[in-house]
């Protein structure tokens, strides 16, 4: 079988950046700290790419941007994403949530 | 009408008239002095108000550079003291989704591990 390694890594880098906008609420998270925590897993994570997953993660509800005028983003996670991170509903594609595997 | 007077007299007259110049004169000074020695006293009092008063602001002054100094200090050993007892939140988020994230990819290996029989 065949691995995507591009999905298997764009899928990552939206459950992590869930887990990161996770830890850190209930306050926003700004970008840089998002861009540095996704540097610290992936080196070589561009910004474009974290842009485009929250980007995505915003489309499906599971995160609230604010983008300001000077550039900068800040992300905060809605009830749908805190929901997710914390295993009360299930997962759809496109996110690589991992099986709850402390639990069992 | 013609008046004629004899030597003495005339000097009675004149020394009489000195002296009530004298007396007016005497009497006048005294007022001034008097009014002079209130105005002084007034003046003095004043003097001694604006001083207390002086004294009593660079008092506060005083007391108000110590505490400032007394803040500054304490802030210091705040700022000292602070990473000893917080972590910045940037830090914890990074080091809390690091650990999350290795975790989740440990999981895996075990998951995958398992699957392929070799555990």
Redesign the interface.
């Known amino acids: 079988m065949n691995i995507d390694a591009a999905r298997v890594r764009r899928e ?1 880098l939206r ?2 950046l869930i ?2 906008l996770y ?2 609420r209930p ?1 926003e ?1 700004c970008e840089e ?1 998002i861009q ?2 996704m540097r ?2 992936y080196p070589d994570v561009s910004a474009m790419e974290v842009r485009q997953q929250l980007d995505y993660l915003a489309d499906r509800e599971l995160v609230k941007l604010r983008k300001e005028p000077s550039g900068r983003w800040w992300g905060d996670l809605t009830r749908i994403g805190t929901d997710l991170a914390e295993y009360t509903i299930d997962c759809e594609p496109g996110i690589a949530r ?2 709850k ?2 639990a069992s | 009408m013609r008046v004629e007077m004899e030597l003495w007299h005339l000097i009675t007259l004149l020394l009489a008239f000195f002296s009530c110049v004298g007396v007016f004169g005497r009497l006048l000074l005294g007022q001034f002095e008097k009014r002079q020695q209130e105005r002084f006293a007034a003046q003095e009092v004043a003097r001694k108000e604006a001083q207390a008063h002086w004294d009593e602001r660079f008092a506060s002054l005083d007391n108000s550079a110590k505490e400032w100094a007394r803040v500054e200090r304490d802030f210091l050993e705040f700022k000292a003291v602070l990473p000893m007892t917080y972590v910045i939140r940037d830090d914890y988020v990074r080091n809390q989704t690091v650990i999350e994230a290795k975790l989740d990819a440990l999981a895996l290996r075990l998951e995958n591990a398992q699957l392929k029989g070799k555990l």
Request: glycine residues 6%; proline residues 6%; negative net charge.
């Open positions: 990552s459950w992590y887990l990161a830890n850190a306050e998270l700290i540095g925590t610290a897993i991992p099986t595997y402390w």
